[in-house]
């Protein structure tokens, strides 16, 4: 047993003594590519959804140095009619090179001496495994010749593959050489390896417009496929670990899911999901990890309309992105999409492949963007802050005239002239208008209220000192006309145990007013919410 070369399986054991969600369906995911073309599997999510977990499960079960029937004989992977063909075929059957590439960095002056490091040690270990094993100075080379000696070719586990690209991107080039030096030949590939798992947060690094480990079959956020629902915890996961642990089931939606990959329907992040067990605590766990230190700096970056996609985003718009240009790295930048691209990868945005839009995915992600928002030094993000907060204000004093005036002002500014006189586009200009409500409210659209739906209700939190505010648009008619709908259809009525001040906003748009016909009005009034 070594610190590359077959590992063993006390990593995984310590993750079984710990709460487990069983993931041991990815296993047979990787053996059904065994011996196959599509043998080199890359696996890309964000920090703290498992990846590490993921590769030391794969270690305990292929490394033929240890027993670890023990371990699944209770998973889905020994238990599942559908699967459990492959899996006493090839447990702890292999050689398995397993390298973290986190751990490696400080034993290579910050990656600077990665590629003979790595080279050096598993060749000293293989030696060391098999001492008839006679000597050479190429890596491949010599596991071809171990693969040869004992009849078993190898499983490799590269976990947070592209550390050395994120951290040291100058020395990429050399470390990309290592890579396909081992996977870019099929013959001594084929010869070599029975599967290789390499898993990080950005797929792998394009050479041009291809990866530069072309022959890897990639599954991202983007294009999760198959592995959607081992990227996180399912929502039946989620769900099942609150009856055991007595957690609030609906808190943990509110605050963690909104992942929704093409074959699950809906994932959540693992890490969040246990602390909240843990500490009995909703709220953000981002800001305990690296990603959300380095938020601020990439929506800081100053492309044409980026400023504005944050706000949207935080408004609760989705927003179109082109995710084909991204160079899949942290320092290649063109335009708007690639940094929309990369927090996507990050896990702060969720993408629909089918739709090409992306939305901040829940409540604790939209509370980092808030918090970054704030320290954003970007004259046009720092003014859109401003004026967003100070709309709240001026709604919550009763400032009419003011109200329209900058709703006016967001709807000339980010609507089309195409889409102008369109309903659906004064819904989203409030949203955007309003975008850093989540400092103080909880945000409703289409409410059912009483004997209807108000357009848009923004709840005050707990610490908030706030009144609730109700919403309704109108299109060519009176801002008093949006009032005497919400009163003549009871909207309050749904607010009727909050029990706290009740504003009734009614903003209207008239095409037909004015010179310009754009002319919009505002009519707010005080209530309690039980009257």
């Not at 693992?270 to 690296?290: I, K």
């Not at 084909?324 to 492949?353: A, Q």
Request: hydrophobic letters at 35%.
């Amino acid at each position: 047993m070594g610190v590359y070369l077959n590992p063993g399986n006390s990593g995984f054991e310590e993750i079984r003594n710990s709460t487990y969600v069983d993931k041991s369906g990815l296993i047979g995911l990787i053996n059904d590519t065994i011996g196959t073309k599509q043998k080199l599997t890359c696996v890309s999510r964000p920090r703290r959804f498992g990846k590490s977990f993921a590769a030391q499960m794969l270690c305990a079960y292929y490394d033929r140095t240890c027993d670890s029937s023990r371990l699944f004989e209770d998973l889905a992977i020994a238990t599942e009619e559908r699967i459990c063909g492959s899996y006493q075929k090839h447990l702890n059957k292999y050689d398995v090179i397993y390298l973290d590439m986190t751990y490696i960095k400080p034993f290579t002056d910050g990656y600077r001496t990665l590629v003979p490091y790595v080279s050096g040690k598993i060749m000293e270990e293989l030696e060391e495994a098999y001492p008839s094993l006679k000597k050479d100075n190429e890596l491949p080379a010599l596991m071809a010749a171990a693969a040869e000696l004992t009849g078993s070719k190898f499983i490799m586990i590269i976990d947070e593959w592209d550390a050395p690209i994120r951290e040291r991107p100058e020395g990429s080039r050399e470390y990309l050489e290592f890579l396909r030096t081992l996977f870019k030949s099929s013959n001594t590939t084929a010869r070599i390896f029975a599967a290789a798992y390499m898993t990080g947060i950005l797929p792998i690094k394009k050479d041009g417009s291809q990866s530069a480990i072309s022959d890897f079959k990639e599954y991202s956020m983007v294009v999760p496929w198959r592995f959607s629902e081992y990227i996180g915890f399912t929502e039946q996961e989620v769900y099942e670990l609150c009856q055991k642990q007595d957690g609030d089931y609906e808190a943990m939606k509110r605050w963690y899911d909104g992942y929704i990959l093409e074959g699950a329907t809906s994932i959540y992040n693992p890490n969040s999901v246990m602390e909240a067990l843990r500490y009995r605590s909703y709220r953000s766990y981002w800001t305990q990890t690296s990603a959300a230190d380095s938020l601020m700096e990439y929506i800081s970056l100053d492309f044409d309309g980026l400023s504005q996609t944050m706000a949207q985003l935080l408004g609760g718009i989705e927003v179109s992105v082109d995710t084909n240009g991204f160079s899949n790295d942290l320092v290649t930048f063109r335009n708007r999409d690639d940094v929309l691209t990369l927090l996507i990868h990050l896990g702060y945005l969720v993408y629909n492949e089918e739709t090409k839009m992306a939305r901040i995915p829940n409540e604790e992600i939209r509370l980092e963007f808030a918090r970054a928002i704030h320290g954003v030094k970007h004259d046009e993000t720092i003014r859109r802050v401003r004026e967003s907060d100070q709309l709240i204000q001026d709604t919550v004093q009763g400032k009419e005239e003011a109200v329209a005036a900058q709703i006016e002002k967001i709807h000339r500014e980010e609507t089309a002239a195409l889409f102008y006189h369109n309903e659906q586009s004064l819904r989203s200009v409030i949203k955007l208008a309003y975008f850093s409500y989540k400092d103080y409210y909880v945000k409703f659209e289409e409410l059912p209220a009483g004997d209807g739906y108000a357009d848009v209700v923004y709840f005050p939190k707990k610490e908030s000192p706030l009144p609730a505010l109700v919403i309704e648009l109108k299109w060519n008619q009176s801002a008093k006309s949006a009032i005497d709908q919400i009163r003549q259809k009871h909207y309050p009525d749904v607010l009727k145990d909050y029990g706290g001040e009740l504003l009734l906003v009614g903003i209207a748009y008239d095409r037909n007013a004015g010179e310009d016909r754009r002319k919009h009005t505002c009519r707010i009034e005080r209530i309690c919410a039980d009257k």
